[in-house]
């Protein structure tokens, strides 16, 4: 094994899980093994580096997995470690997804799954280290290498959730057309947008769904329609993505930031102020979150996703219409209508 090779901590009393585990992910990571809670964190102590993931069964003796979350969620050297919990009580999900962890692996053990889920994790894992380490440099230099690796996470992201990629370029594009509308028309919105600098806000509106690293796969991929409590878990993308923004430095120092603060946790609030997260009403919605939100809608109409087809390009576009004053900004649907036709070549050009 390389000495790079990324390490995986599986904590579980039951040796034929271990054992099972092991065998599954033997082949691309480093496996260290405990019983319990207890023997788990003694070994956390004296192991360099630190594991990328934690594997970790709910029900042990002496310390439970549970028991062991909370100690490790309020540690400053364990919390960022994620945790994959190794369980059959379904029950207990919505809690402790709700407290931290990052997803469910389920008995008995699938390999495709385990893998699967492991290698998506250890992989934002590595993105959110990187980043960090950018952050904490302020040269110009670092500042557009940021910019990249918040590009590339945000791809990650999109593949992640069975995307080609090419969404986050095609929201990016329907924003950067509605901007140059508005400019050109010299509309209403103009001044305002020139303000809030154009480029920033197309580079920003990468992360939209940055929250998205937060939400289990069992979630995300889901290819039916979600039942309620997994909508719930769903909608907190977007509180979760505002936390993630403010972990990568001041927004009220970083327009960019700020933007990226905005349109992660305000892109589904809607006109009318049924959205969410906070029932945020018309002008309320920040201006580039109210350019998000339908860029993001026409995306998913016209696109096909894991759950449905896609939608011909006429019929999306009378339910942004019909959104109109209600889920939409009345001004931003206008827009889109007048330039129907470059939001089609878009989403034709980047499939």
Same mark, same amino acid.
């Given at each position: 094994?390389?000495?790079?090779?990324?390490?995986?901590?599986?904590?579980?009393?039951?040796d034929?899980?271990?054992?099972?585990?092991?065998?599954?992910?033997?082949?691309?990571?480093?496996?260290?093994?405990?019983?319990?809670g207890?023997?788990? &964190? +003694?070994?956390?102590?004296?192991?360099?580096?630190?594991?990328?993931?934690?594997?970790? $069964?709910? #029900? /042990?003796?002496h *310390?439970?997995?549970?028991?062991?979350?909370?100690?490790?969620?309020?540690?400053?050297?364990?919390?960022?470690?994620?945790?994959?919990?190794?369980?059959?009580?379904?029950?207990?999900?919505?809690?402790?997804?709700?407290a931290?962890?990052?997803?469910?692996?389920?008995?008995?053990?699938?390999?495709?799954?385990?893998?699967?889920?492991v290698?998506n994790?250890?992989?934002?894992?590595?993105?959110?280290?990187?980043?960090e380490?950018?952050?904490?440099?302020?040269?110009?230099?670092?500042?557009?290498?940021?910019?990249?690796?918040?590009q590339?996470?945000?791809?990650?992201?999109?593949?992640?959730?069975l995307?080609?990629?090419?969404?986050?370029?095609?929201?990016?594009?329907?924003?950067?057309?509605?901007?140059?509308?508005? &400019? +050109?028309?010299?509309?209403?919105y103009?001044?305002?947008?020139?303000?809030?600098?154009? $480029?920033? #806000? /197309?580079k920003? *509106?990468?992360l939209?769904?940055?929250?998205?690293?937060?939400?289990?796969?069992?979630?995300?991929l889901k290819?039916?329609?979600?039942?309620?409590?997994?909508?719930?878990?769903?909608?907190?993308?977007?509180?979760?993505?505002?936390?993630?923004?403010h972990?990568?430095?001041?927004?009220?120092?970083?327009?960019?930031?700020?933007?990226?603060?905005?349109?992660?946790?305000?892109?589904?609030?809607?006109?009318?102020?049924?959205?969410y997260?906070n029932?945020?009403?018309?002008?309320?919605?920040?201006?580039?979150?109210?350019?998000?939100?339908?860029?993001?809608v026409?995306?998913?109409?016209?696109?096909a996703?894991?759950?449905?087809?896609?939608?011909?390009?006429?019929?999306?576009?009378?339910i942004?219409a019909?959104?109109?004053?209600t889920?939409?900004?009345?001004?931003?649907?206008?827009?889109?209508?007048q330039?129907? $036709?470059r939001?089609?070549?878009?989403?034709?050009k980047?499939?």
């Amino acid at each position: 094994m390389l000495e790079n090779t990324p390490t995986v901590l599986v904590v579980d009393d039951v040796d034929t899980n271990v054992l099972i585990l092991e065998e599954i992910l033997k082949d691309d990571y480093n496996i260290i093994t405990a019983s319990n809670g207890k023997e788990a &964190l +003694e070994l956390l102590q004296v192991t360099n580096p630190l594991p990328k993931i934690i594997l970790l $069964d709910l #029900i /042990m003796p002496h *310390m439970n997995g549970r028991e062991l979350f909370d100690i490790l969620k309020t540690d400053n050297t364990f919390k960022r470690i994620p945790v994959i919990f190794i369980t059959v009580e379904n029950e207990s999900e919505s809690e402790l997804l709700d407290a931290g962890a990052v997803d469910f692996i389920n008995k008995p053990f699938r390999p495709e799954i385990v893998r699967l889920r492991v290698r998506n994790q250890i992989e934002l894992k590595n993105y959110s280290d990187n980043l960090e380490e950018i952050v904490a440099y302020k040269t110009a230099e670092a500042t557009k290498t940021l910019e990249n690796a918040l590009q590339g996470l945000a791809n990650v992201i999109e593949h992640r959730d069975l995307e080609s990629g090419e969404h986050v370029k095609r929201t990016q594009l329907f924003v950067k057309a509605l901007i140059d509308y508005f &400019l +050109e028309t010299d509309s209403c919105y103009a001044e305002e947008l020139r303000k809030l600098q154009p $480029d920033i #806000i /197309m580079k920003s *509106m990468a992360l939209h769904d940055v929250g998205k690293i937060a939400i289990p796969d069992k979630i995300l991929l889901k290819p039916g329609k979600l039942d309620p409590d997994e909508y719930e878990m769903m909608k907190t993308h977007t509180t979760r993505g505002r936390e993630i923004i403010h972990e990568l430095g001041d927004v009220n120092s970083s327009l960019y930031l700020k933007h990226c603060e905005d349109i992660c946790y305000g892109h589904h609030e809607r006109w009318d102020g049924m959205g969410y997260p906070n029932r945020l009403k018309g002008e309320e919605i920040p201006l580039t979150a109210r350019l998000a939100a339908l860029a993001d809608v026409y995306d998913a109409l016209v696109c096909a996703r894991v759950y449905k087809s896609a939608m011909p390009y006429d019929e999306a576009l009378k339910i942004i219409a019909d959104g109109k004053g209600t889920q939409f900004d009345p001004v931003i649907v206008d827009a889109v209508i007048q330039i129907q $036709d470059r939001f089609k070549e878009i989403s034709q050009k980047y499939k």
